[in-house]
């Protein structure tokens, strides 16, 4: 029996809100990604997206899903997504999907830890829908579950508040 596991992050702050939930065990991952922002836009904006990766390696993993953006609540695009997951070197998180609109993402990660307890993060991230956007969190954890964070966000701009971890 393959056990299943589930974990999740919520980042609550003063511009935006985003996270995840992942439901995972040897092989499968099932994840849900948010992103929200409501500074710095004319109206709030958010996505949301549904994937289901199959774990090849430690570098390596495969997806299929779908991609969700709303402007005040109401849904404006949806997409069938597929593409990957790539470890790079020094650490740097990489994925690149492409959509059922004929468009493409990619986007690169890193997190640097600079004391046990503080971190700092960055996000590059280029969609031909939605052009460039990217990020940088300055995280101090508190406790086991929660961090105190700082974010510049490209389009939100900058916010503060808590990340919590279950």
Known sequence: MDPWY?????????NMTEGHLTLSNTRNILA???????????ESE????????RYLNRFF?????????????????????FGFHYL???????RLWLDT????RASVEKSLELTPRISLSGEAQYD????????VTLACLVGKN??????????????????VRF
């Open 101 to 104: 609109d004929g468009g493409a």
């Open 146 to 163: 929660f961090s105190v964070l700082g974010r510049w966000h490209s389009a939100y701009g900058f916010g503060a508040g808590l990340q």
């Open 32 to 42: 849900a990604e948010w992103e929200a922002g409501w500074q710095e836009v004319d």
């Open 6 to 14: 589930f974990q999740g992050a919520a980042d609550i702050l003063s």
């Open 128 to 135: 031909t829908h939605d052009y460039w956007e990217g990020s």
């Open 61 to 81: 993993h495969v997806f299929a899903g779908a991609n969700l953006e709303a402007v005040e609540g109401d849904t404006e695009e949806t997409r069938g997504i």
């Open 88 to 94: 790079l070197p020094l650490n740097l998180e990489s």
């Open 46 to 53: 958010g996505e949301v997206t549904f994937t289901w990766s």
